[in-house]
């Protein structure tokens, strides 16, 4: 407001609004999808192979829709920044996870038919990991938060952690680091 006057908050209220529905299209279609899919794999909890009449995996969206809300409604305003930070950390993570397993899968199973190839591989995959690192560092608005942000996403992928490891040993009495090459 005292470097842009008022068409700064405009433009900072549609920069919020627009990335709250990114966020909450995320969680609420693409999340419950993903459960969804993984459900029908047996990797993931069966009951979020349920459809509804419209073909939504109405399971997850409900489900995603409880977790979601528990903050908001316990929390303050301030905590929830954290909270947004923590969870697009989260996601960072799991998105460098991802260029990883394309990089372990294309040397361990270069024989395996592809639908889609990465040009230069393995260049966008390297950049994507050192640029995702380098957000995830630098991703606290305040150095006071930062430990605060780093506890809240360790804890959130250690209790994923724990579950995936359990459902994956007991479940699908796999070992953990085995691939799944359904």
């Known amino acids: 407001?005292?470097?842009?006057?008022?068409?700064?908050?405009?433009?900072?209220?549609?920069m919020a609004l627009a990335a709250t529905c990114s966020t909450v299209n995320t969680i609420?279609?693409?999340?419950p999808?993903?459960?969804?899919?993984?459900?029908?794999q047996k990797q993931a909890f069966p009951q979020l192979k349920s459809l509804n009449r419209f073909n939504t995996p109405w399971v997850g969206i409900l489900m995603m829709a409880v977790f979601t809300s528990i903050p908001f409604i316990t929390l303050g305003i301030d905590s929830l920044i954290v909270?947004?930070?923590?969870?697009?950390?989260?996601?960072?993570?799991?998105y460098i996870i991802s260029h990883i397993d394309v990089?372990?899968?294309?040397?361990?199973?270069?024989?395996?038919?592809?639908?889609?190839?990465?040009?230069?591989?393995?260049?966008?995959q390297i950049v994507g990991i050192i640029a995702?690192?380098?957000v995830i560092i630098n991703n606290s608005?305040?150095?006071?938060?930062?430990?605060?942000?780093?506890?809240?996403?360790g804890g959130m992928l250690a209790v994923v952690g724990v579950i995936a490891?359990?459902?994956?040993?007991f479940y699908m009495k796999r070992n953990l680091f085995q691939p799944d090459m359904t």
């Open 83 to 94: 909270l947004v930070i923590a969870a697009t950390t989260s996601y960072l993570l799991a």
């Open 33 to 40: 999808s993903i459960l969804h899919g993984m459900a029908e």
């Open 165 to 169: 490891a359990l459902w994956v040993k």
């Open 1 to 14: 407001n005292a470097v842009f006057g008022q068409a700064g908050l405009f433009i900072a209220t549609v």
């Open 28 to 31: 609420l279609a693409a999340l």
């Open 132 to 134: 995702m690192v380098y």
């Open 103 to 124: 990089i372990v899968l294309r040397q361990r199973h270069p024989e395996l038919n592809r639908p889609y190839r990465t040009p230069f591989y393995p260049l966008p």
């Open 141 to 153: 608005p305040a150095p006071e938060m930062t430990s605060m942000i780093f506890s809240i996403a």
